[in-house]
């Protein structure tokens, strides 16, 4: 598919000249002929002003059914923020209780509870559990 070709059936379609485009996008009708005429690719920017301006969600400059395509089935993947500790459910409870209790607490208090957890968690690395 030539996009110069598409946006051009599109406007056409839409009963408007490069003049209206120019209007709604304010890119120089010189520019959208070019386009249209296949001698320019417009950056994706520019295909989301086109898009604004005949009033289309973007997909339909490069798929010309009624509905979006069908998305295919991939297999799911965990966002970033499922993979963190602490996002969700009882790490997430956990990890809102501790947050509160530690904004309570002094300073001085604070840096020994984070002076022990570091202790903890380089010796755990240390030792290997027995099997």
Not at 6 to 14: A, D, I, N, Q, S
Not at 28 to 52: D, F, Q
Not at 89 to 108: M, N
Request: net charge positive; charged share 30%.
């Amino acid at each position: 598919m030539i996009i110069g070709d598409r946006l051009r059936e599109l406007r056409e379609g839409k009963s408007l000249s490069q003049g209206d485009i120019e209007k709604r996008t304010g890119l120089l009708r010189c520019y959208i002929s070019r386009v249209e005429n296949g001698h320019t690719v417009p950056a994706i920017e520019t295909l989301e002003k086109m898009a604004r301006a005949l009033e289309i969600p973007l997909y339909q400059l490069f798929y010309d059914g009624e509905e979006p395509p069908e998305l295919p089935t991939l297999l799911k993947r965990k966002t970033s923020a499922e993979s963190v500790w602490g996002s969700s459910g009882k790490q997430a409870v956990y990890l809102h209780k501790l947050t509160k209790c530690l904004g309570k607490a002094e300073d001085a208090d604070r840096k020994l509870l984070l002076s022990i957890a570091q202790k903890m968690a380089s010796g755990r690395n240390r030792h290997t559990p027995a099997a």
